[in-house]
């Protein structure tokens, strides 16, 4: 599947929890029933999560494979709650996304 494919099924896969498909700057995303991006498909296929630092998930997160923070501007200036997976780590997305849903906001 292709980046966009997986990220679509994620979103259909949590639908069931209010979570819709939607775009940012963009960028396709899943927002909750409030409206908040809590997941990002990105240009290069790979998928940035909130996930609050400081979690086990959040760690858990950041061991994968070229998984890092997320950077948006490239300019050294990592939002550290947010963590970019990449596709190859697509088996992980919908938990991830699991996750980011239900971190407070």
Request: charged fraction near 25%; aromatic fraction near 6%; proline fraction near 5%.
């Amino acid at each position: 599947m292709s980046a966009e494919e997986d990220f679509q099924r994620v979103g259909a896969e949590l639908a069931d929890l209010g979570v819709r498909v939607s775009r940012m700057m963009g960028s396709p995303a899943l927002k909750d029933q409030a409206g908040k991006v809590f997941a990002s498909l990105q240009r290069d296929g790979a998928m940035v999560f909130r996930l609050v630092r400081d979690t086990p998930e959040h760690a858990a997160a950041l061991e994968l494979a070229g998984a890092c923070l997320f950077d948006p501007m490239g300019q050294g200036r990592a939002v550290k709650d947010w963590v970019v997976v990449p596709h190859s780590s697509a088996g992980r997305w919908t938990d991830l996304a699991e996750v980011a849903l239900s971190r407070p906001r």
